[in-house]
Every structure is written in C-alpha cells, then in structure tokens.
C-alpha cells in the first residue's frame, strides 16, 4: 500500500505568502501533519509526495525524518497532472491512496477503512453523508434553489484504488474531474463508499484553517 | 431580534439514552451550549426554546441563569411543527432567528451577519460553499453517481427572517422541508446567503461529537 500525498497546488485563498500545503497548525506545516499520519498507519507501506515545481527540496529533510517516505515528484498545472505524475513512481499490484495535504487530521482508522475496501472493491472512497441543506447559490448573494440531499455524502481522502485500476482510469484522460473516484466511476467500475470522520475536513478557506488550530490545541 | 432555539428532537442516533440536545459536551448540554452563545450575542433581544413534549421543566432552572430566555415551547412532532409554535409566542414587527441545538459551536458573529441580513433582505441564511466532491450513494454502499457541486452551497443555523416572512412561510403548510428558508423560497421571496463557519457544524452523528468535545478541551 502506497500513499501519494499531492502537495502540489498554489492554493493562497488562505491569505498568506506560503501555499496553504506550507501553511502551520500547532508548529507543523500540513504537509508534514499528513505524513505523521501515514508514517504511523500500520496500513500504509510507503509514501510519495508531490510537491509544486521548483520545491522539491522540501522533501530532503522530510527524507530523514519519515521512514516510508520514498521520494518526492514535481507535481503538474492541474491537480490530476500530479496525481498521474506520481503515480507513474509506482509499482504493479498494489493499491494506491492519494490523499489531499489539505486535509492534514485525517484519522488513522479511516485509512484503514480505505486501505481494505480499495483491496477487496478496487476503489473506495470515505465519506459523510450530508446533513446540512444544500443551496444552489443565484446571483447576487442570493439562494437560487435547495437541491434534493437524500442519500448525498460529501466524499473526503485518502481515496483507495488498485494501481491498475487508477491509472487505467488516467489513461483515458476523459477531462477533469474534482477527484479520482469520478474518473474511475468514468469507467463503469464499482467505487465503494466507506464511513469518513469529521476530522477529514478540507482546509480551504481561513475558517477552516481556524478549526484545524483550535483541534491542533486540544492535541489533535 | 428573538432566537428560537429548537431543542426539540428525540434524535438518539448518537448511541445515548437522551435525546441529543441534552448530551453533555465539555459539561454543558447543548442547549445550555446554544442559549449561552445567544445571550451573549448583542444582536439578540430574547430567547425562545422549544423542547420536547413532557419536558417543559427542563427550562425552569435555566431561565434563571439565562436573562433572556423568556420561556419555552413544547414542541411537536416533526420539526415543522416544533417551529410553528415557537413562532407563535414571537410579537411582530421583529427578525426571527432560527437555530437548531445540535449547532452548539455557531459562532458570535454568524449571528450577528444573519441577524443584519435578515433586517434587510427579509430572509437569510448562514452558508459554505461545499469543497467536497458530492456523490450520490446507490445500492449495497456503492458510488451511483458524482453530482455537480458549483455554487453549491452548505447551509447552517441560525437562519433568520422578518417574523411576518416566516409566518407566512409556514402558513403554506406546502409540506415538509429540510430547512426554514426552503419554505420562504417556495413564496418566490429572495434568500440571501451570508457566510457560516466550520465551527457551525451539526452533530448528527458520533463523530460530530467527538469533534465537539476536542473544541471544548480547545475552549470553545
């Protein structure tokens, strides 16, 4: 089981110099908080990272301090450039889980959870059902409508996938897709869902960043 | 400006022998959570709580420690109904705010940009743009299908309204729905979304719990 850890976006709608990968919580940057959590998964074998263009010595001190850590690769424009790249570091007949640094309290038993429904389906993804009503938004700050939400989940990372299977699915190259399950179900093949966690929330914008600070204090 | 808390559920999804909104977390109750976040609020003149049937006493001893809590409501059996008769006690004139006590983290000043606008567009609600990727969950927990998420948004309590609005909205009695301001915009009345926050998160489930309890170790 590998991990691929994409660390490769520009994202700075967090407001600050650095890309939010590079951003810290409780004195660790989120790239480093995820690979604490994938070095310690008893699922998880090795680790490769993709990091943006032009950074790939962050990775040399990460190197010394994270055993699984395999190596780094420059990641692309799109985020399913830098997954295609890693990919391609990979060997045969494994399963592959591409995490997302922007969601550095991901918990150990989710990766679990993934590791064995990628093994036994092929593909799987964590996931929440929504509980919050969903709005289409309109013009000018305004509802345009509410969306039906039955049996909606929100899915999270790491998503798990037979090596094979993924990188058939990036073969294709059918266009973008906001993640790598929807290339996979692209394919016509079975894309399992299993139980996310609260703690795999995405940071996206400083709110978000905010709660990961607040869990960073109570030692999460 | 009136705050309606809505306490009124028997949801027990959460594994415990009370019903959610009168779960501790960080020794305090929900419901003590969300009055004493809305008694702080500058926006909010009083309070009504609407509790379930037979449970009115839990109200007594908290009027004493919450100045504006002015009473409470037995609710009914659906939300709907619990809504309906909190609304009832409310004078006119005024913004209603309608918040549900499984949102015991809702930040002071999601309040205060509902409340302001409210007062000006006559409805509002609290909302994130959704950062993750939805998927339509099939048969024997499978992916049947990713769903478009642009201009989705996420939303949250307290939505709040002129009272007139939102009686009137509820005087349609056009069947259920799963929020407050689907009902205003079934009138074709306009909705405006104002920013919520992560930390307005609905505890459904047990790891929203556990997500609650590591903020209250943060202080929250």
């Known amino acids: 089981v590998s991990a691929l850890i994409v660390a490769a976006g520009r994202g ?18 989120l790239v480093e908080r995820c690979l604490r959590i994938f ?32 190596g780094a690769v420059e990641g692309g424009k799109e ?21 997302d640094a922007a969601r550095p309290m991901v918990p150990a038993e989710v990766i679990e959870r993934v590791a ?31 969306l039906a939400r039955a049996r ?3 899915a999270q990372t790491p998503q798990g996938f037979r090596v094979e299977v993924l990188r058939r699915a990036y073969a294709g190259g059918r266009g973008r897709a906001t993640d790598d399950a929807a290339l996979v179900e692209r394919l016509g093949r079975r894309v399992a869902l299993v139980e996310g966690s609260p703690l795999a929330f995405k940071i996206t914008r400083p709110g978000d960043l905010r709660l990961a600070r607040l869990l960073a204090r109570a030692g999460v």
């Open 12 to 29: 700075r709608r967090l407001g600050g110099r650095q890309p939010k990968q590079f951003v810290r919580v409780g004195g660790r940057t």
């Open 39 to 70: 070095e310690a998964a008893p699922a998880v074998d090795d680790i490769w990272l993709v990091l943006p263009a032009g950074r790939l010595r962050a990775a040399y001190p990460l190197r010394r301090r994270y055993r699984k850590l395999r």
């Open 79 to 99: 985020r399913g450039d830098s997954v295609r790249r890693g990919l391609q570091r990979l060997g045969s007949g494994g399963i592959v889980l591409v995490h």
């Open 116 to 146: 064995r429904a990628a093994r036994r389906h092929g593909a799987a993804v964590p996931a929440l059902p929504v509980g919050d009503t969903l709005k289409r938004a309109g013009r000018g700050g305004r509802v345009a409508r509410t």
């Open 152 to 154: 909606v989940w929100a």
